[in-house]
Antibody, heavy 116, light 110 residues
Framework: EVQLVESGGGLIQPGGSLRLSCAAS????????MSWVRQVPGKGLEWVSV???????YYADSVKGRFTISRDNSKNTLYLQMNTLRAEDTAVYYC??????????WGQGTMVTVSS | QTVVTQEPSFSVSPGGTVTLTCGLT?????????PSWYQQTPGQAPRTLVH???TRSSGVPDRFSGSILGNKAALTITGAQADDESDYYC??????????FGGGTKLTVL
Protein backbone atom coordinates (compact mmCIF):
# COMPACT_ATOMS: atom_id res chain seq x y z
CA GLU A 1 0.00 0.00 0.00
CA VAL A 2 1.25 3.45 -0.89
CA GLN A 3 1.17 5.60 2.22
CA LEU A 4 2.93 8.18 4.38
CA VAL A 5 3.06 8.05 8.16
CA GLU A 6 4.30 11.03 10.15
CA SER A 7 5.67 10.94 13.68
CA GLY A 8 7.69 13.07 16.05
CA GLY A 9 5.23 15.77 17.00
CA GLY A 10 4.63 16.89 20.55
CA LEU A 11 4.86 19.74 23.04
CA ILE A 12 8.05 21.79 22.88
CA GLN A 13 9.09 25.03 24.54
CA PRO A 14 9.75 28.18 22.50
CA GLY A 15 13.31 28.19 21.22
CA GLY A 16 13.49 24.42 21.26
CA SER A 17 14.07 21.90 18.48
CA LEU A 18 12.09 18.97 17.14
CA ARG A 19 12.54 16.53 14.29
CA LEU A 20 9.54 15.20 12.41
CA SER A 21 9.69 11.95 10.47
CA CYS A 22 7.57 10.73 7.57
CA ALA A 23 7.91 7.04 6.73
CA ALA A 24 6.97 6.15 3.18
CA SER A 25 5.79 2.81 1.88
CA UNK A 26 4.93 1.65 -1.61
CA UNK A 27 7.36 4.04 -3.27
CA UNK A 28 10.81 5.54 -2.63
CA UNK A 29 11.15 9.05 -1.21
CA UNK A 30 14.15 9.83 -3.37
CA UNK A 31 12.24 9.23 -6.59
CA UNK A 32 9.73 12.03 -6.18
CA UNK A 33 9.37 15.56 -4.92
CA MET A 34 8.50 15.40 -1.21
CA SER A 35 7.08 18.24 0.84
CA TRP A 36 5.89 19.39 4.25
CA VAL A 37 2.66 21.35 4.64
CA ARG A 38 1.31 22.63 7.94
CA GLN A 39 -2.06 23.75 9.23
CA VAL A 40 -2.88 25.69 12.35
CA PRO A 41 -6.02 24.02 13.80
CA GLY A 42 -9.06 25.73 12.36
CA LYS A 43 -7.00 27.64 9.79
CA GLY A 44 -5.76 27.10 6.24
CA LEU A 45 -2.94 25.11 4.69
CA GLU A 46 0.57 26.58 4.57
CA TRP A 47 3.30 25.12 2.39
CA VAL A 48 6.54 24.75 4.37
CA SER A 49 9.26 23.05 2.36
CA VAL A 50 10.07 20.74 -0.55
CA UNK A 51 12.95 18.48 -1.54
CA UNK A 52 13.29 17.62 -5.19
CA UNK A 53 14.27 14.17 -6.39
CA UNK A 54 17.61 15.67 -7.42
CA UNK A 55 18.20 16.98 -3.90
CA UNK A 56 17.43 20.68 -4.22
CA UNK A 57 15.54 22.08 -1.25
CA TYR A 58 13.27 25.11 -0.90
CA TYR A 59 11.52 26.76 2.03
CA ALA A 60 8.74 29.19 2.84
CA ASP A 61 10.07 32.52 4.08
CA SER A 62 8.41 31.88 7.45
CA VAL A 63 10.73 28.94 8.19
CA LYS A 64 13.82 29.68 6.11
CA GLY A 65 16.98 29.43 8.19
CA ARG A 66 15.22 27.55 11.01
CA PHE A 67 13.84 24.39 9.35
CA THR A 68 15.73 21.80 7.30
CA ILE A 69 14.15 19.16 5.08
CA SER A 70 16.05 15.96 4.38
CA ARG A 71 15.53 12.32 3.53
CA ASP A 72 17.16 9.00 4.38
CA ASN A 73 16.91 6.72 1.39
CA SER A 74 17.97 3.66 3.41
CA LYS A 75 15.02 4.18 5.76
CA ASN A 76 12.75 5.54 3.02
CA THR A 77 11.91 8.40 5.35
CA LEU A 78 11.50 12.15 4.98
CA TYR A 79 12.46 14.47 7.83
CA LEU A 80 11.85 18.02 8.96
CA GLN A 81 14.34 19.37 11.47
CA MET A 82 12.76 22.35 13.21
CA ASN A 83 14.98 24.66 15.25
CA THR A 84 14.34 27.88 17.17
CA LEU A 85 10.66 27.05 17.36
CA ARG A 86 8.12 29.81 17.91
CA ALA A 87 4.53 29.82 19.12
CA GLU A 88 3.41 30.52 15.56
CA ASP A 89 4.92 27.21 14.43
CA THR A 90 2.18 25.41 16.35
CA ALA A 91 0.29 23.38 13.75
CA VAL A 92 -0.48 19.97 12.35
CA TYR A 93 2.38 19.03 10.04
CA TYR A 94 1.61 16.90 6.99
CA CYS A 95 4.12 15.31 4.69
CA UNK A 96 3.07 14.96 1.09
CA UNK A 97 4.26 13.42 -2.16
CA UNK A 98 4.23 15.75 -5.13
CA UNK A 99 3.60 14.93 -8.76
CA UNK A 100 2.84 17.27 -11.65
CA UNK A 101 3.26 20.21 -9.23
CA UNK A 102 0.42 19.01 -6.99
CA UNK A 103 0.29 17.30 -3.60
CA UNK A 104 -1.10 13.85 -4.43
CA UNK A 105 -0.46 11.71 -1.37
CA TRP A 106 -0.81 12.99 2.18
CA GLY A 107 0.06 11.56 5.55
CA GLN A 108 -2.34 11.75 8.49
CA GLY A 109 -0.40 14.59 10.12
CA THR A 110 1.44 15.08 13.39
CA MET A 111 0.67 17.87 15.87
CA VAL A 112 3.40 20.23 17.02
CA THR A 113 2.63 22.54 19.94
CA VAL A 114 5.13 25.24 20.87
CA SER A 115 4.32 26.56 24.31
CA SER A 116 5.91 27.19 27.68
CA GLN B 1 3.88 39.95 -1.65
CA THR B 2 1.33 38.20 -3.85
CA VAL B 3 -1.48 36.46 -1.99
CA VAL B 4 -3.70 33.65 -3.30
CA THR B 5 -7.35 34.57 -2.86
CA GLN B 6 -10.41 32.35 -2.39
CA GLU B 7 -13.96 33.08 -1.33
CA PRO B 8 -14.11 32.54 2.46
CA SER B 9 -17.46 30.79 2.23
CA PHE B 10 -20.04 29.63 -0.27
CA SER B 11 -23.41 27.98 -0.07
CA VAL B 12 -25.07 25.65 -2.57
CA SER B 13 -28.34 23.76 -2.61
CA PRO B 14 -28.31 19.98 -2.97
CA GLY B 15 -28.21 19.18 -6.67
CA GLY B 16 -27.03 22.68 -7.50
CA THR B 17 -23.90 23.93 -9.17
CA VAL B 18 -21.22 26.06 -7.56
CA THR B 19 -17.97 27.51 -8.85
CA LEU B 20 -15.17 28.30 -6.42
CA THR B 21 -12.34 30.51 -7.61
CA CYS B 22 -8.64 30.98 -6.92
CA GLY B 23 -7.01 34.27 -7.82
CA LEU B 24 -3.97 36.40 -7.16
CA THR B 25 -3.81 39.83 -5.54
CA UNK B 26 -1.37 40.74 -8.28
CA UNK B 27 -1.62 39.21 -11.72
CA UNK B 28 -3.62 36.41 -13.29
CA UNK B 29 -3.68 32.69 -12.61
CA UNK B 30 -2.73 30.69 -15.69
CA UNK B 31 -1.81 27.10 -16.44
CA UNK B 32 1.80 28.11 -15.73
CA UNK B 33 0.87 28.07 -12.02
CA UNK B 34 -0.30 24.42 -12.26
CA PRO B 35 -3.42 25.11 -10.15
CA SER B 36 -4.53 22.25 -7.93
CA TRP B 37 -7.57 21.78 -5.70
CA TYR B 38 -7.97 19.96 -2.39
CA GLN B 39 -10.96 18.95 -0.29
CA GLN B 40 -10.68 18.69 3.48
CA THR B 41 -13.17 17.69 6.15
CA PRO B 42 -12.54 18.35 9.86
CA GLY B 43 -9.88 16.14 11.40
CA GLN B 44 -8.85 14.65 8.08
CA ALA B 45 -5.90 15.16 5.78
CA PRO B 46 -6.59 16.99 2.52
CA ARG B 47 -7.72 14.99 -0.50
CA THR B 48 -6.51 15.95 -3.94
CA LEU B 49 -9.32 16.66 -6.41
CA VAL B 50 -7.74 18.36 -9.42
CA HIS B 51 -4.20 19.07 -10.63
CA UNK B 52 -2.71 20.89 -13.58
CA UNK B 53 -5.79 23.14 -13.76
CA UNK B 54 -8.26 20.59 -15.07
CA THR B 55 -7.09 17.01 -14.51
CA ARG B 56 -9.12 15.05 -12.00
CA SER B 57 -7.24 12.85 -9.61
CA SER B 58 -7.91 9.14 -9.59
CA GLY B 59 -11.24 8.23 -8.02
CA VAL B 60 -12.63 11.78 -7.98
CA PRO B 61 -16.24 11.94 -9.23
CA ASP B 62 -16.77 13.73 -12.51
CA ARG B 63 -19.08 16.25 -10.84
CA PHE B 64 -15.83 17.99 -9.85
CA SER B 65 -14.14 19.87 -12.66
CA GLY B 66 -11.30 22.35 -12.82
CA SER B 67 -10.70 25.14 -15.29
CA ILE B 68 -9.25 28.58 -15.86
CA LEU B 69 -12.00 31.21 -15.91
CA GLY B 70 -10.76 34.62 -16.94
CA ASN B 71 -7.85 35.46 -14.67
CA LYS B 72 -8.59 32.81 -12.03
CA ALA B 73 -8.50 29.08 -11.54
CA ALA B 74 -11.91 27.59 -10.84
CA LEU B 75 -13.38 24.45 -9.30
CA THR B 76 -16.94 23.68 -10.34
CA ILE B 77 -19.12 21.18 -8.51
CA THR B 78 -22.11 20.11 -10.57
CA GLY B 79 -24.95 18.34 -8.78
CA ALA B 80 -23.69 19.08 -5.28
CA GLN B 81 -24.23 16.41 -2.66
CA ALA B 82 -24.43 16.65 1.11
CA ASP B 83 -21.02 15.07 1.57
CA ASP B 84 -19.44 17.77 -0.60
CA GLU B 85 -19.76 20.04 2.43
CA SER B 86 -16.08 20.62 3.19
CA ASP B 87 -13.26 23.12 3.07
CA TYR B 88 -11.69 23.56 -0.36
CA TYR B 89 -8.17 24.83 -0.96
CA CYS B 90 -6.37 25.78 -4.11
CA UNK B 91 -2.63 25.48 -4.49
CA UNK B 92 -0.40 27.30 -6.95
CA UNK B 93 3.20 26.66 -7.98
CA UNK B 94 4.82 30.09 -7.96
CA UNK B 95 8.07 28.98 -9.57
CA UNK B 96 11.56 28.73 -8.07
CA UNK B 97 10.53 25.84 -5.83
CA UNK B 98 7.78 27.74 -4.04
CA UNK B 99 4.15 26.72 -3.55
CA UNK B 100 1.34 28.78 -2.03
CA PHE B 101 -2.15 27.78 -0.88
CA GLY B 102 -5.20 29.96 -0.85
CA GLY B 103 -6.98 30.67 2.40
CA GLY B 104 -9.69 28.12 1.64
CA THR B 105 -13.43 28.20 0.99
CA LYS B 106 -15.89 26.70 3.43
CA LEU B 107 -18.67 25.15 1.35
CA THR B 108 -22.07 24.60 2.89
CA VAL B 109 -24.63 22.38 1.18
CA LEU B 110 -28.15 23.27 2.30
Amino acid sequence: EVQLVESGGGLIQPGGSLRLSCAASGFTVNSDYMSWVRQVPGKGLEWVSVVYSGGNTYYADSVKGRFTISRDNSKNTLYLQMNTLRAEDTAVYYCARLARYAFHLWGQGTMVTVSS
Amino acid sequence: QTVVTQEPSFSVSPGGTVTLTCGLTSGSVSTNYYPSWYQQTPGQAPRTLVHSSDTRSSGVPDRFSGSILGNKAALTITGAQADDESDYYCGLYMGSGIWVFGGGTKLTVL
